[in-house]
Each structure stands twice: as structure tokens, then as C-alpha cells.
């Protein structure tokens, strides 16, 4: 199979069109056309259906598809990185964090890491935690930064603990809520969690080691924007890092409850898969965010800001 049909093939299920996936490779819309006749000649397999409304993938153009651009991000890499020892660092390195991370340690980290490897590309994805493991397994992301998860399949990833943070409960500023003194006050509040459901969440998982029955779910969200929205403006209660709470920009919408319960504490990490690990590039850049985790921890703003 020639590299150019597995794109051609790529960008047609992406698009949805065939025009529009020979406009994006830059090629003629016959010229795809073959090219994708060609790799269904081949594996003596449809691979696409075409319709008047444009195309869509057949069961075997779906195993393609993954394989295919796992292969082929597989092979960027290995060209990135035959450059990298050679004492080349350019290509593109891509960056799954959290909210939190990219307001507190991507700024210095690539502040520091550009101006040593100009020639490096970075892409940045904001992502809830959540989304991130499915972009690491899938090559989507090199990196992602956020919340160490408790378990993780032994042999996949590699994991480097970055630094402490702590998570609070958040309420409307003025509202009733706001003057909570614990926890069980809070439980006949709407609680608005992040993630896919309100069946696993950090809001749960604070109830729980307190040994109190987690709240009712009133509402899920999957940025940290529709967090603050709901709790600053719908009266909802929800949890965030401490810093995020206490930012100047959140500050006028939002408090943290006076609570006699201890934040959650969780552990920033940064998690690769243990193949990109070794990537010389990953390897720097990680060296770059340990710096930037020492540098932000003995900031005195982050000191008082993670004081309970």
C-alpha cells in the first residue's frame, strides 16, 4: 500500500467528500479517486460508500482508517525523531492539558522550551482529563498533562509527577451556598460535575473519603467554561483547583465555601505513552515542565494560593 492512497483514503473519511479531501492533500478529485480505487483493488475490499450526499466508511475502511493513521503518525515520528538525533529538534509536538495546566504551567514551560528549540512546533489541546488518555492511546497527543489517574494499565504509560494541587469546593459569589460550613450542607445542593456523567467525578470522590453519601448530579459539563457558567451564574456548586477558583478573572463570580472538610488533593502529572517516552523531543520538553513545576512551587502567589 503507497502512503499517499492511506491519506487520500484518510482525508476522504474525514471530510465526508471526496471533493473536499482532494482540496485538503492537494490533489485532483480523479487523481483521489484512483488512488482509493487502487487500495480497494488491492485488499479486494470496499472501503467507501458513495452516496449523492458524499462518502462514508464501509466496516473495512474502518480498520484501515485507525491503522492507517496510527501508522502514519507512527512514521512522522520516526523521521522527527532520526532528525532529533542527529541534533536536529524540529517537527510538531502535541500537548493534551488540562485547564488548570495550560493556565499555570504550559506559559513558563514554553517560554523556556521555545527559546532553546525554536524549530519545534507545539500544539496545544485544552481537554478535559478524561478525553486525554483515549488521545494518548490513539497517537492523537504526545503528552498529556493533568490529574494523575489512580490506576493505569501497567506497560502503556509512563508517568512523571509534576506537583500537588488542590481542588475546592466553588460556589456563586453571595449566594447561600457560599457560607457553607461543611460538606453535608451542601448536599441538597445542584451540583454540576465534569465529565461525560455524574457517575464517577472528583465532587463524588470528595463526599466519599469524607464518608458522606455523594450529592445528586444537577448537571454535567465538559470545559471549564460551562463550569464557571453554571456555579456563577446558574447557582450551581461544582469543584476546581484552588488556583482556578481564586484567579482574578473568576474571582468576582465565584467563592470558596468556608468548609471544615479538607480540599481533594490530586497530583499533576505529565503521562506519555512509554514509546514516545524516549523521543528526544518528549524527553526535553518533560525536563522543561519539571522546571516549570519548581519554579511555579516556589512562587509565593502559588504558596498562598494552595493554602487551605
Not at 220 to 225: E, F, I, P
Not at 279 to 296: G, I, N, S
Request: with cysteine.
Amino acid at each position: 500500500m503507497k502512503i499517499p492512497a492511506l491519506r487520500a483514503l484518510i482525508s476522504a473519511i474525514d471530510e465526508g467528500s471526496l471533493r473536499a479531501a482532494a482540496r485538503r492533500i492537494g490533489v485532483s478529485q480523479p487523481a483521489l479517486t484512483k488512488m482509493i480505487r487502487e487500495l480497494e483493488q488491492e485488499l479486494a475490499a470496499p472501503l467507501l460508500v458513495r452516496s449523492t450526499t458524499g462518502v462514508t466508511p464501509t466496516a473495512q475502511g474502518k480498520v484501515l482508517y485507525e491503522r492507517a493513521g496510527l501508522a502514519l503518525r507512527e512514521l512522522a515520528g520516526a523521521a522527527q525523531e532520526i532528525g532529533q538525533l542527529g541534533g536536529r529538534m524540529s517537527g510538531q509536538l502535541r500537548i493534551g492539558a488540562v485547564p488548570l495546566a495550560v493556565m499555570l504551567l504550559v506559559p513558563e514551560t514554553l517560554r523556556t522550551f521555545s527559546r532553546e528549540f525554536d524549530g519545534v512546533h507545539l500544539q496545544i489541546n485544552e481537554e478535559l482529563y478524561i478525553e486525554q488518555l483515549m488521545n494518548l492511546r490513539r497517537g492523537d497527543v504526545d503528552i498529556a498533562l493533568g490529574p494523575i489517574p489512580d490506576r493505569l494499565p501497567p506497560g502503556e504509560f509512563h508517568v512523571e509527577v509534576l506537583m500537588p494541587v488542590s481542588m475546592v469546593v466553588v460556589a456563586r459569589r453571595g449566594s447561600v451556598h457560599a457560607s457553607a460550613c461543611s460538606l453535608e450542607a451542601l448536599r441538597g445542593a445542584r451540583w454540576v460535575y465534569t465529565g461525560l456523567s455524574g457517575v464517577t467525578g472528583y465532587g463524588r470522590r470528595l463526599f466519599e473519603q469524607n464518608g458522606l453519601e455523594p450529592p445528586a448530579c444537577g448537571a454535567t459539563v465538559n470545559s471549564t467554561l460551562g463550569l464557571l457558567s453554571l456555579i456563577g451564574g446558574a447557582d450551581f456548586v461544582g469543584l476546581m483547583p484552588r488556583p482556578l477558583a481564586l484567579h482574578p478573572a473568576a474571582a468576582p463570580f465565584i467563592e470558596v465555601p468556608p468548609l471544615q472538610e479538607a480540599p481533594l488533593g490530586l497530583v499533576l502529572g505529565a503521562i506519555t505513552r512509554v514509546e514516545t517516552a524516549l523521543r528526544p523531543v518528549v524527553r526535553h520538553f518533560l525536563t522543561h515542565l519539571h522546571r516549570a513545576a519548581h519554579h511555579l512551587q516556589n512562587d509565593p502567589s502559588w504558596t498562598s494560593w494552595q493554602r487551605v
